[in-house]
RNA sequence: GUGCCUGUAGCUUAAUGGAUAAAGCACCGGCCUCCGGAGCCGAAGAGUGGAGGUUCGAAUCCUCUCAGGCACGCCA
């Protein structure tokens, strides 16, 4: 159990057997804004004193007497009404020898233990290529994934790929008219151009491989040849992209799969529950009655089913092979959110089923000017470029240095040329002195110490020293947030902060020194588990950890 | 016009309704005879766009307002 849970329910056993009443959940216990003020507080008193109609002091000092955990070594009632707790040396070194031993596993819960959870992103539309607008996708679900997983979640990373849409058969029949022109058989061009250079080299490639054969084909059968071609270019293209940008999924889900009368048969069970209704000769989703502006079509007057439809049957189909619950993570641009959820609830699914991360645009900048994109204009910079520029570890941890909901502003000038200014270096270099400092005590022959049981730890008392302790006991509540929030973004900053605490401890204590050999290893030992730590967390964010730089 | 997101130090950003709003960059002042100075320590710098309200307590919740972004198709 995590130990914050832990003061919580030590809380309100004393709430208890005093005769108090407040509920489990109302009783705060945080960390506190200053490092001085201890490792956790409480706000119970205040929350008590107008209940108890007595002063919040006197509250504090009465828990603060009944307050036992070997965990804490000191109870602080304080005058405005807070508690302060205070680690015990015995816990901060029980969490340093777990983090020593089990690195991965001293960080992790069993919170989810059991449970299956899908996790889609990126789902690009796969008639173009990846931006770094709906790239932002990328790290956010591949941490959450990792978080996820991190909490004992079997977890399983997928990508559904839209083959169905009018995109694609814009797309198709963009590249049928480059084709055609190429083979010296020129058609009229469609009414609607697909932009983008890619779209006639699409065309190129297709003859390269196929020679004229489209000629011999009626109009029809050679779009579809060519939609077929140009959707599983642009996906194998998209997996290269993935893949360099260290992000794999398990499955890649084709709409087009549930179009067996499984989309039919989603609809006609919404229809079931008389939430479908038909107008205009196309079946709508009454979604006012659920308190929406307007109805949505499912099924359009010429017989095909909308992208809502596709994607609630979709989601119906992700829950029925047995996941727990999905998150999907989304840009701005999506709007459907809530026809979807209702969809659900209607076809008696849990809302909860379905958790939802929205990420907000990005906007790049190059010499202090914002480079202005427009994908409809075929105007945008690709994933690949920004990784060509930058290289994954630094757009990764850019990407997830902001919260999702917050706009990105990207600035290429300082991700790229290892600009300093750059935090990731910060990170990064932490790591880069941990290898550095172990090299340096292999060559003047210090046996760098493996296990806690070769070194006395009560030789670390410097503050740094046990800042860094502390920090490796709260590490496991960090996470443990950024996951049940959802929230990728904070494990950049738990790296920060740890990175923070090493750099500290290196400048104010000096590791190897050949005339205090015992508190050189136990020294060596704390740079190894912070070495450890960090090289766990790089990969909760998918960067990597360079032995030099 | 309607809906959603966002306005925090000169800049980029933190802050599960709680303590004197926290960091980095830039600026200023210190720190390498010693494990990588891509670092550390310190100083200065904001009361959270604005106005009300709820609360013992608000950057956070509510109302109004100003500014920016996105979405508002029988597109996906």
Same mark, same amino acid.
């Given at each position: 159990?995590?130990?914050?849970?832990?003061?919580?329910?030590?809380?309100?056993?004393?709430?208890?057997?005093?005769?108090?009443?407040?509920?489990?959940?109302?009783?705060?216990?945080?960390?506190?804004?200053?490092?001085?003020?201890?490792?956790?507080?409480?706000?119970?008193?205040?929350?008590?004193?107008?209940?108890?109609?007595?002063?919040?002091?006197?509250?504090?000092?009465?828990?603060?007497?009944?307050?036992?955990?070997?965990?804490?070594?000191?109870?602080?009632?304080?005058?405005?009404?807070?508690?302060?707790? /205070?680690?015990?040396?015995?816990?901060?070194?029980?969490?340093?020898?777990?983090?020593?031993?089990?690195?991965?596993?001293?960080?992790?819960?069993?919170?989810?233990?059991?449970?299956?959870? +899908?996790?889609? /992103?990126?789902?690009?539309?796969?008639?173009?290529?990846?931006?770094?607008?709906?790239?932002?996708?990328?790290?956010?679900?591949?941490?959450?994934?990792?978080?996820?997983?991190?909490?004992?979640?079997?977890?399983?990373?997928?990508?559904?790929?839209?083959?169905?849409?009018?995109?694609?058969?814009?797309?198709?029949?963009?590249?049928?008219?480059?084709?055609?022109?190429?083979?010296?058989?020129?058609?009229?061009?469609?009414?609607?151009?697909?932009?983008?250079?890619?779209?006639?080299?699409?065309?190129?490639?297709?003859?390269?491989?196929?020679?004229?054969?489209?000629?011999?084909?009626?109009?029809?059968?050679?779009?579809?040849?060519?939609?077929?071609?140009?959707?599983?270019?642009?996906?194998?293209?998209?997996?290269?992209?993935?893949?360099?940008?260290?992000?794999?999924?398990?499955?890649?889900?084709?709409?087009?799969?549930?179009?067996?009368?499984?989309?039919?048969?989603?609809?006609?069970?919404?229809?079931?529950?008389?939430?479908?209704?038909?107008?205009?000769?196309?079946?709508?989703?009454?979604?006012?009655?659920?308190?929406?502006?307007?109805?949505?079509?499912?099924?359009?007057?010429?017989?095909?089913?909308?992208?809502?439809?596709?994607?609630?049957?979709?989601?119906?189909?992700?829950?029925?092979?047995?996941?727990?619950?999905?998150?999907?993570?989304?840009?701005?641009?999506?709007?459907?959110?809530?026809?979807?959820?209702?969809? +659900?609830?209607?076809?008696?699914?849990?809302?909860?089923?379905?958790?939802?991360?929205?990420?907000?645009?990005?906007?790049?900048?190059?010499?202090?000017?914002?480079?202005?994109?427009?994908?409809?204009?075929?105007?945008?910079?690709?994933?690949?470029?920004?990784?060509?520029?930058?290289?994954?570890?630094?757009?990764?941890?850019?990407?997830?240095?902001?919260?999702?909901?917050?706009?990105?502003?990207? *600035? +290429?000038?300082?991700?790229?040329?290892?600009?300093?200014?750059?935090?990731?270096?910060?990170?990064?270099?932490?790591?880069?002195?941990?290898?550095?400092?172990?090299?340096?005590?292999? @060559?003047?022959?210090?046996?760098?110490?493996?296990?806690?049981?070769?070194?006395?730890?009560?030789?670390?008392?410097?503050?740094?020293?046990?800042?860094?302790?502390?920090?490796? @006991?709260?590490?496991?509540?960090?996470?443990?947030?950024?996951?049940?929030?959802?929230?990728?973004?904070?494990?950049?900053?738990?790296?920060?902060?740890?990175?923070?605490?090493?750099?500290?401890?290196?400048?104010?204590?000096?590791?190897?020194?050949? *005339?205090?050999?015992?508190?050189?290893?136990?020294?060596?030992?704390?740079?190894?588990?912070?070495?450890?730590?960090?090289?766990?967390?790089?990969?909760?964010?998918?960067?990597? @950890?360079?032995?030099?730089?």
């Amino acid at each position: 159990m995590l130990i914050r849970s832990k003061i919580v329910k030590t809380l309100h056993g004393i709430t208890e057997k005093k005769g108090w009443e407040i509920p489990l959940e109302n009783i705060v216990v945080e960390q506190p804004p200053k490092i001085e003020m201890g490792d956790f507080a409480t706000t119970l008193p205040l929350a008590l004193a107008r209940v108890l109609k007595r002063k919040p002091f006197d509250i504090a000092k009465e828990i603060a007497q009944e307050f036992s955990m070997e965990e804490i070594s000191t109870v602080q009632p304080l005058p405005n009404g807070y508690i302060n707790f /205070f680690f015990s040396t015995a816990f901060l070194f029980t969490c340093f020898q777990s983090l020593l031993e089990e690195p991965k596993q001293y960080i992790s819960s069993q919170e989810g233990a059991g449970k299956k959870v +899908l996790v889609e /992103f990126v789902s690009a539309n796969p008639t173009g290529p990846l931006t770094v607008a709906n790239g932002r996708s990328a790290p956010i679900g591949d941490t959450i994934a990792n978080l996820l997983e991190l909490q004992g979640y079997q977890c399983d990373r997928e990508f559904f790929i839209n083959d169905m849409g009018a995109k694609a058969q814009k797309l198709a029949a963009s590249v049928f008219y480059y084709a055609m022109a190429e083979l010296q058989h020129p058609v009229p061009p469609p009414d609607e151009m697909y932009p983008g250079d890619y779209v006639q080299t699409l065309a190129c490639d297709y003859i390269q491989k196929e020679g004229d054969s489209l000629l011999a084909l009626p109009r029809e059968k050679a779009i579809e040849l060519l939609k077929q071609f140009s959707l599983s270019t642009m996906i194998s293209r998209m997996k290269e992209d993935l893949d360099d940008f260290h992000i794999h999924f398990q499955s890649w889900f084709p709409e087009s799969s549930l179009h067996n009368g499984y989309i039919q048969d989603t609809f006609n069970r919404l229809k079931n529950q008389g939430v479908v209704e038909e107008k205009e000769g196309a079946y709508w989703f009454l979604t006012t009655k659920f308190g929406d502006e307007k109805d949505r079509v499912l099924i359009r007057s010429n017989g095909l089913a909308t992208y809502l439809l596709g994607d609630i049957a979709y989601h119906r189909n992700k829950l029925e092979r047995g996941y727990d619950f999905c998150v999907d993570v989304w840009g701005a641009d999506q709007s459907h959110v809530n026809p979807l959820k209702w969809a +659900l609830h209607t076809l008696g699914f849990c809302e909860d089923q379905l958790k939802t991360v929205t990420f907000q645009l990005v906007h790049l900048f190059r010499n202090n000017q914002e480079v202005k994109m427009s994908k409809s204009g075929g105007n945008y910079i690709t994933l690949r470029e920004l990784l060509n520029e930058v290289g994954p570890d630094v757009s990764r941890f850019v990407y997830l240095s902001r919260s999702n909901e917050q706009h990105l502003n990207f *600035d +290429l000038d300082i991700a790229k040329n290892r600009d300093p200014k750059s935090p990731v270096f910060y990170a990064q270099y932490a790591y880069t002195r941990c290898k550095g400092i172990c090299r340096e005590a292999e @060559a003047v022959n210090i046996d760098i110490p493996q296990k806690w049981e070769d070194v006395d730890l009560s030789l670390l008392k410097d503050p740094a020293e046990l800042q860094v302790l502390r920090r490796f @006991a709260i590490m496991p509540e960090l996470l443990e947030r950024a996951c049940s929030s959802l929230a990728p973004h904070l494990v950049t900053q738990d790296i920060q902060i740890l990175a923070n605490d090493f750099h500290s401890f290196y400048e104010n204590c000096r590791v190897i020194d050949i *005339d205090q050999i015992e508190r050189t290893k136990a020294r060596l030992l704390l740079v190894i588990s912070i070495e450890k730590l960090l090289s766990v967390l790089f990969s909760l964010i998918g960067i990597h @950890a360079p032995e030099r730089m």
